[in-house]
């Protein structure tokens, strides 16, 4: 009786251990990088938080893991999954491209983000005159990029393989690694992302997100 318990216990311990071990080759949420509320007086309320990091990043991450498993994808990086899933020629792109690809963008965005009001690098500051005339026409410029993406997608500050910067939009969830472009800053312009605290002004959002919500030593790092 005592033997059959403990190979009960052995069994289960191992069982355990397996699907331990499953799930850790699995891509998980990581967390937001401060609290939920912590962007609320910038204009990112902890209830768009809620939604948007807790349910709809959470659920590319449940479906992208879902649309990988047993596939030759299983063990890859995002980066990787993203270059190879990516179809140039695509109308609509597949169900993995499409999970994993915003499961990276997200956790790029949160990042991208601060609570602290941060200063511009001189660095980047530089760099955004020398590409696009002045910090004002870099800013407007974004917001024209994300305010004429037609429904759901991204707009971003891309290094590009010759080093310039370039302003790019991209529908869905295509993102400059698709291009061979370094990301340096993206904003969501699902409407998921600004409904709760915009409703329907997307433009709005867009400015206040430069204005009150970029971490701009972030974006310089990437630089
Ligand atoms: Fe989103």
Redesign the pocket.
Known sequence: MLHGIRNLIYYYSLLTLTLEGAHNMAFELPNLPYSHDALADNGMSKETLEY?HDL??NAYVTNGNAAIAGTEWENKSLEEIIVGTYDINAVAQNGIFNNIS?LW??NQ?WEMMGPGNSSMPSELENSLIENFGSIDDFKTKFCAAGAGQFGSGWCWLVSDKDGSLKITKTENGVNPICFGQKTLLGC?V?E??YYIDFRNKRPVYLTNFLDNLVNWENVASRM
Do not use: R
Request: no cysteine.
């Open positions: 948007h709809h990043h915003q963008n997200h965005f969501d699902w998921h992302s």
